[in-house]
């Protein structure tokens, strides 16, 4: 093969490659800002609700949807069900076939990031699942979490290349009010370490919550794993809690 046209069909090729992990990148966006959108809609008809239960046939990679939950009252109590797909009386019912096909969209692809919320409903033996509606503030969500563990967070370091979104590193603020101190490595249980993945790894792959919440990491950081530091690498300042 002539080498130029040999130089070419690789140059071509890796075009090819970095367009369709961009296009994966924005398929997975849209999913979460159609997931975004519907549970706006569902909130504003039922403030309580929390979880979309579905029944799903993998085969055909289609869903039914069942209705929707409310939070659970105790580690070993049920959710309660606020709406019952087919209850006319519900004002949820309007938007019923919305629902089934937004969630339908978010959950499409297999590598869809809205898999992560879904879990299996464990309060029914039948083919029953339950997709987390979203935060509405997912930095909220992050700082409340993190404070959990660490009281003084003022910020944390994320890294987008670890599990779609992972946190790296906690800057707590200093009891003098002077520098933070340096990164400490996170002190979280595994739950909230999941949790923290999930959310990060959204603000990562939606643009506006991209711009809105990550910033450069600060002059000097050192990689607490020793990873190399590159664009994936950002610091995500919390805003106050409540």
């Known amino acids: 093969m002539n080498p ?3 130089d ?3 140059v071509l090729a890796q075009q090819r490659e970095e367009l369709d992990a961009e296009r994966r990148r924005f398929e997975k966006a849209h999913c979460l800002a159609v997931l975004d959108h519907i549970s ?3 909130r504003a008809l039922c403030p309580e609700a929390v979880y979309v239960a579905f029944a799903y046939d993998g085969k055909m990679r289609s869903l039914e949807l069942a209705g929707v939950l409310g939070a659970q009252p105790s580690p070993l109590g049920a959710c309660p069900w606020l709406w019952e797909n087919g209850d006319d009386e519900h004002p949820l019912e309007e938007i019923a076939v919305d629902i ?3 969630v339908q969209t978010a959950l499409a692809p297999y590598d869809s990031p809205t898999w992560a919320t879904v879990v299996r409903n464990s309060a029914s033996d039948s083919n029953s699942w339950l997709l987390e509606l979203p935060p509405v503030d997912r930095a909220a969500r992050a700082a409340e979490l993190i404070r959990g563990y660490h009281p003084a967070a003022t910020a944390v370091i994320v890294d987008g290349r670890a599990g779609g ?5 906690v800057v707590e603020e200093q009891a003098d009010g002077d520098a933070p101190v340096p990164v400490a490595r996170p002190r979280l249980s595994r739950a909230c370490d999941d949790a923290l993945t999930r ?3 959204q603000v990562f792959l939606l643009p506006p919550l991209a711009d809105r919440h990550l910033m450069p990491v600060p002059r000097g950081f ?3 794993h020793g990873s190399s530091v590159s664009d994936q690498v950002r610091l995500m300042p919390l805003p106050p809690t409540a």
């Open 40 to 42: 706006a809609r569902i």
């Open 165 to 169: 979104g992972r946190v790296v590193g």
């Open 100 to 102: 089934e096909l937004d």
């Open 4 to 6: 130029a046209v040999f």
């Open 8 to 10: 070419q069909l690789a």
């Open 199 to 201: 959310l990060v790894a």
């Open 222 to 224: 050192a990689h607490p």
